[in-house]
């Protein structure tokens, strides 16, 4: 029987060979995101069958009965919804929750697409992937699950001479340096091709190499293995050492480029994986419990009341209004430039982007910039 190589895990397998064969003996990484992500994926497809007459089966609500989405949450479908009506000509179909899988000579590749849309002659086609987590992904470009979703559709539909793909996260901070939307289209036969033959040598390579684990941004982000992974252990026993003649050669009256590089990069690979063992320690302690580490430090916890979020923004809103004069009301309120890009792209019907045209970007510099100052930004790129 071939293996299955799933597209929503093709990054890590690429990056690390023996990622699929450590996640073969822990349990599937648990995470509050995952209800509402799923529901968020549910909704937005109904809603695309219901208003643009998408077709596809989106399968039984993924969640139990008692979850119910956040308020604050809600919007996010409508932003996907006209993610699409700007992007996808009105004649071309639809299709939600489009499972795809072709074998390969070695594996079998499986992937789900969020959104899959062709053109009437069959020779254009459009996927979409939702991201619904305030964690921005690999850019469209750089994106191997993204590579895979292009390789499905063209093995799945012959004819197709180009296909874009977007990824699609509205959570992005785009004032943060992230991108809300990423694009890459592949287009050409020969293109396309030595896309297919790029990825079964990608995933053929670490067929052959299953035991070698690499750490890095992209593969230890999500990965259930985190806290148990022997590559992520050795860099944890890296910060334990004996001084010698040799290591305090090393040192310098300031760190040098490479190693303040590999501090930076350190950090954010490690980032997810101290989140979770958090999580997973203040379970494990419950209300009253103490652990003791192996190095014999002692850990208990404390319940208090954490951060204010709002559930009901325009109830808050009339709230403060009622309670504050406007001069006071605005030393309070504070703004999200992406959110108000999306409800001014809303409530006058216009795109959020355009080159010919008014679009909310435009709206946006010309009516509120005046009162704002952005500031200078420097974003770190790894590749």
Known sequence: MLPVVRSSS???TVSCHGAPTLLA???PRQGSESFEGSLLHWETAGCLTKFLGAVGDRGKRPVPDSYKLPKSSEWMITWFLAQVKETVPDDWSLEVEVPLAYA???FLLSGHL??????????KAKGKDWKTGYKAVDPAEFNYQVLSYIVLIKRAFPLVEEVEFEICQPRACEDAGEQRVS????SGIGDLTRAVNYLEKKVNEALDDPMSLETGITQCAWCAAGIQCPAIQKLIDYMKATLTPELLARI?????D???????I???TLDRVFEDAKDLLKERLGDNGRITSTSGVSVTQEVQGGRWSVEDPAGMFEAVMAALPQGSVAKVVTYSTDRLKDEIATSRGIPKKSKAGDSAEKVFIERFTRYMKQEERRVLRFS
């Open 258 to 264: 490479p190693t303040l590089a590999e501090f930076v």
């Open 252 to 256: 310098r009256a300031v760190p040098d």
């Open 266 to 268: 350190a950090a954010k």
């Open 183 to 186: 694009t890459v289209t592949v």
């Open 104 to 106: 390969f000579l070695r």
């Open 10 to 12: 093709l990054d890590q």
């Open 114 to 123: 969020d959104l899959l849309a062709v053109s009437p002659d069959g020779k």
């Open 25 to 27: 003996r822990v349990a």
